[in-house]
């Protein structure tokens, strides 16, 4: 977890970025929502009245940039959207349908471990799985909606 400005700068430059204002508002933001999985949109929504000049493309930009030097993963459970996620250790999602949020998800998965390098002959590079449903908060509101 980053939890202090010059954490964020040290990530950059460690990584080959400029620590500039925005980039830096940036990362503070996507760990703001970490546990929301961010787009683009989500984080320049919260950023554009603080932070007028900022643009949609450098929003973009940072975001392309951070996944280039493996900063985030992107995440595009839906194949329209993506959303990113800071947390970088091997785990899964879960897609609400309803309410469209994305949760961590903690399970084993006999190819979610280091030790696991191929499958079937193939070298394996990344893991990706996700789940799509209704998420427990959705389905605790259904059933007092149905009560009423």
Do not use: W
């Amino acid at each position: 977890m980053i939890s202090s400005l010059k954490q964020i700068k040290d990530i950059l430059k460690e990584a080959g970025l400029r620590p500039t204002y925005q980039r830096i508002r940036i990362i503070e933001t996507i760990y703001k929502y970490r546990y929301e999985h961010p787009s683009v949109e989500t984080i320049y929504n919260e950023l554009k009245n603080e932070l007028p000049i900022i643009s949609m493309t450098t929003v973009y930009n940072t975001m392309n940039a951070m996944l280039n030097k493996k900063l985030l993963q992107a995440l595009t459970i839906t194949g329209i959207d993506t959303h990113y996620d800071p947390n970088l250790s091997l785990h899964h999602h879960f897609y609400c349908n309803n309410c469209h949020k994305i949760y961590d998800i903690k399970i084993k998965c006999p190819f979610g471990n280091e030790k696991k390098k191929t499958i079937e002959g193939h070298k394996i590079d990344e893991v990706h799985g996700y789940f799509k449903g209704i998420c427990k908060n959705c389905l605790e509101t259904t059933k007092k909606e149905t009560k009423e």
